[in-house]
């Protein structure tokens, strides 16, 4: 069964401190992986989308790796601002045959002390 | 651009009512996507659609039912609505394929008593 695994469920750190979140998925056949970010309340934003191909793609403070043979993702925040305080989901697109499948994790609840 | 819009943003509903969800884009992306968010499940693929007049079963699709008659419309219906459809419910788009991003809309907030 394909399966996106975040840890972990929650993160509090304090201001100005670097980090970074897991992601790991059970099938190594796919497409691309997204890191999305949720606010309470609201809708996902995309952040990044590392195609299988690529290792890394990095956004401002963003920096998000993609290893594909360990069915791992990490997602690296540089000098964290209470403005990053929300809910990190990773979304692997799985291989399908007739439709690819977009499995998300069940999400990283980030809280940033100032 | 508004991008991903959806309709309403609360609801209540008793059991047994239908509703339905509209989700509007106006980016003219092909693929439209309905997911419903659960506590401890992440979000889950309830149907879409790969263009007008066009829908598929997501992962959950029992107990709805879609229809894309407008290219920029997406609806997502709820024929007798069930206390297990209490759940948070996001539309998504994407430009022409599902290997690229998806753009989401605000969320509808549905409680079935």
């Known amino acids: 069964k394909q399966e996106v695994t975040q840890i972990p469920a929650a993160l509090s750190v304090p201001e100005g401190e670097n980090l970074v979140l897991n992601c790991s998925f059970t099938?190594?056949?796919?497409?691309?992986l997204q890191w999305f970010r949720q606010d309470p309340g609201k809708g996902l934003t995309s952040l990044l989308l590392i195609q299988s191909s690529q290792r890394e793609q990095t956004s401002g403070r963003l920096n998000a790796s993609l290893d594909k043979s360990s069915g791992r993702s990490t997602l690296y925040i540089a000098a964290s601002q209470p403005g990053d305080s929300a809910t990190y989901l990773c979304a692997v697109l799985f291989y399908g045959g007739a439709t690819n499948k977009l499995i998300f994790g069940t999400g990283t609840l980030l809280a940033v002390q100032p | 651009n508004a991008g991903v819009t959806q309709t309403p943003k609360f609801r209540v509903l008793k059991t047994g009512q239908s509703m339905t969800l509209l989700c509007a884009q106006d980016?003219?992306?092909?693929?439209m996507y309905w997911y419903r968010q659960d506590p401890g499940m992440g979000l889950r693929l309830i149907h879409y659609s790969v263009g007008e007049g066009t829908t598929a079963k997501g992962e959950v699709p029992d107990g709805y039912n879609v229809s894309r008659l407008k290219k920029q419309n997406f609806l997502l219906g709820l024929e007798s609505a069930a206390p297990s459809q209490t759940s948070v419910y996001f539309c998504?788009?994407?430009?022409?394929?599902?290997?690229?991003?998806?753009?989401f809309g605000p969320g509808t907030r549905l409680l079935v008593l």
């Open positions: 998504a788009s994407s430009h022409r394929t599902s290997q690229e991003t998806q753009y």
């Open positions: 980016m003219n992306h092909e693929y």
């Open positions: 099938d190594s056949a796919i497409y691309n």
